[in-house]
């Protein structure tokens, strides 16, 4: 079974910006790696979405596009999450996803989880 292991949370302010990592425990990931975030009170969100067999392949929630990128590190073995111009609405547990179909940002397509990690962005 996979496990998923987020890294690169923390606290910033505005503007700022941050990168999250997605390691798999085993040197495979799912096809389709993801990226979600839940803020307090309010359901989990995709945020961005890579096939990591065609990077090309990729999606964005709307509310990201120009701001964050998802890319793959192939000699790490890790997903990142490149976040830019960080807002206080992207305040939120961010975890990363993978599953074997694809492209989806719907959390019930996703099979294996990390346990998140915390980006606060402070006005």
């Known amino acids: 079974q996979v496990r998923l292991v987020e890294s690169g949370g923390g606290s910033v302010q505005a503007g700022g910006s941050l990168t999250l990592s997605c390691a798999a425990s085993?040197?495979?990931?799912?096809?389709?790696v993801a990226w979600f975030r839940q803020a307090s009170g309010k359901e989990r969100e995709g945020v961005a979405v890579?096939?990591?067999?065609?990077?090309?392949?990729?999606d964005y929630a709307d509310s990201v596009k120009g701001r964050f990128t998802i890319s793959q590190d192939n000699a790490k073995n890790t997903v990142n999450l490149h976040m830019n111009n960080l807002k206080p609405e992207d305040t939120a547990m961010y975890y990363c996803a993978s599953a074997w179909w694809g492209p989806s940002l719907k959390s019930a397509d996703f099979n294996y989880w990390g346990q998140g990690t915390q980006v606060t962005v402070s006005s």
């Open positions: 890579l096939n990591i067999r065609i990077e090309s392949e990729i």
């Open positions: 085993t040197n495979s990931l799912h096809r389709y």
